[in-house]
């Protein structure tokens, strides 16, 4: 099987940047609100819901907001996914590689919504 | 004070990981099971974010440079997003014994698979001095920094093997906390036909995929604790880029030597915490 050389596009380093910008700036500003606020310990950081985690980032609240940043944090790879889809299929113009991408996108996708069946 | 120590715990791993090659979930594991004593599926989600905060920081890095290949990354995902995902549900079912002792299994394996490439890197930098090549890097003269797409390709051999071997990947990566290249590099390289540097730095994209499968499983399962995990991403975000720059200008010979008696040691302490001794 022959595979020719492609890397992922330029913009991608672009979007990459700022997404992972936001979520550090939301998990480091998340942290020091939270040390500031005398947080000390663990085990009340636990996921509670994401309509909740977004209210409470919205409200300033620490953990939420670190909550926030670290589904940001897991979603960068998730999205260099998507971008080697939209690239493969308007770039490379390569449908199977695209098809590829999109099985491997429907997997995590799949996988997200995993939790939720137990 | 915790928040400040898991913050060093992810500066350290995510700094001697750039500089040894490795994911940060390898020292993250130890640290957050002996020194902090968390449940080890505790420490295998903070860890899964910690790899996905490596790939990310390390892609960031290199995206510019253009050098994983993502079709070949893709391919291979298909099997090792899938292994993941098998390995995050399993983790949540198995007794945690068995899972610091296939811990314990792969760090001693992480072990002998450093010392094996020191050597080999020792011997190929010994012929380049005696042959006047001072470059002691194999892995750069395996790449050629000025790449053109048309002719930069290679023949990718035994993909079958290939995509079940990463599958495989993915369910350890699942089940420890690992980013998994410590399988697939040596998969792409020996068994594929794939370029060292190439199938180093496609391993990372993948690692971080690989890691955000089974991240977001652990996660909305309440796995994954936002106050012990933020401070050790962030550290490890750090670490990572910092790490990476530093890995330019020194050389990590003796670094390995010392990690590899480290790694021994945390296998023994794994293997007794699995075995209840």
């Not at chain 1, 947080?39 to 953990?63: D, I, K, Q, Y």
């Not at chain 2, 040894?20 to 979930?25: A, E, W």
């Not at chain 2, 990566?173 to 697939?184: A, D, Q, T, Y």
């Amino acid at each position: 099987m022959r595979i020719n050389f492609v890397s992922e596009h330029r913009m991608m380093g672009t979007v990459l940047r700022l997404v992972a910008g936001i979520s550090i700036i939301l998990m480091a500003a998340g942290m020091v609100m939270y040390l500031a606020g005398g947080g000390a310990g663990t085990g009340n950081g636990a996921f509670v819901g994401m309509s909740e985690t977004l209210a409470g980032a919205m409200a300033l609240e620490p953990v939420p907001m670190m909550t926030l940043g670290l589904v940001i944090l897991l979603f960068t790879p998730v999205l260099r996914v998507m971008g080697a889809l939209f690239s493969f299929l308007f770039a490379e113009k390569d449908p199977m590689y695209a098809l590829i991408s999109l099985g491997v996108l429907i997997i995590l996708v799949v996988g997200m919504f995993l939790p939720s069946f137990k | 004070m915790t928040a400040f120590l898991l913050f060093l715990t992810g500066l350290l791993a995510g700094s001697f990981g750039a500089l040894l090659g490795l994911g940060g979930g390898i020292i993250v594991i130890p640290v957050l099971t002996m020194l902090f004593h968390l449940p080890i599926q505790t420490a295998v989600g903070v860890s899964l974010v910690g790899v996905v905060a490596t790939s990310t920081g390390a892609a960031i890095i290199h995206i510019r440079g253009g050098k994983a290949d993502l079709k070949l990354g893709m391919l291979m995902e298909l099997g090792t997003t899938l292994g993941a995902i098998i390995g995050a549900v399993i983790a949540g079912i198995v007794n945690p014994r068995i899972l610091y002792l296939l811990y314990s299994c792969l760090v001693a394996y992480n072990a002998y698979s450093m010392y094996r490439t020191n050597v080999r890197y020792e011997a190929a930098a010994s012929t380049d001095r005696a042959s006047g090549d001072e470059s002691p890097a194999v892995a750069d003269r395996l790449w050629d920094p000025e790449e053109n797409r048309d002719l930069f390709s290679y023949k990718v051999k035994n993909v079958p093997w290939g995509v079940s071997l990463s599958t495989l990947a993915g369910v350890i990566s699942g089940l420890l906390g690992v980013g998994g290249g410590i399988i697939k590099i040596p998969v792409m390289y020996l068994m594929m036909g794939v370029p060292l540097k190439v199938a180093t730095v496609t391993s990372n994209l993948m690692i971080g995929i690989t890691a955000a499968a089974s991240g977001f499983i652990y996660f909305l399962y309440g796995r994954i604790d936002a106050v012990v995990a933020v401070p050790v991403a962030l550290g490890v975000f750090i670490g990572a880029l910092a790490g990476a720059w530093v890995n330019t200008r020194i050389s990590t010979g003796a670094l390995k030597k010392i990690f590899v008696i480290v790694f021994i040691y945390i296998a023994i302490a794994m293997a007794r915490k699995g075995l209840g001794v």
